[in-house]
């Protein structure tokens, strides 16, 4: 398995590389910082991980 680009709504926000026998996600953006250096069993369980921290940094409330 080699590199591979992480798109999310068509922009690239980071890559996985194989690390033992899973893949590291190190990020390129900073809204997906949170997950940066995690290790994941496939590309798409690295989108849902996205996918769900966008939704949660969307629900907080915004202080003023």
């Known amino acids: ?3 591979q680009v992480i798109e999310y709504g ?3 926000v980071g890559i996985v590389v ?3 026998d899973r893949l590291k996600f ?4 900073y809204h997906v910082h ?3 250096e995690q290790h ?3 590309a798409d ?5 996205i996918r769900d921290l966008l939704s949660r ?3 907080k409330p915004i202080h003023v």
Do not use: H
């Open 1 to 3: 398995m080699k590199k």
């Open 10 to 12: 068509g922009v690239p």
């Open 18 to 20: 194989p690390d033992q």
């Open 26 to 29: 190190i990020a390129v953006k």
């Open 34 to 36: 949170d997950l940066d």
């Open 40 to 42: 994941f069993r496939n």
């Open 45 to 49: 369980e690295v989108r849902l991980a």
């Open 57 to 59: 940094q969307q629900a």
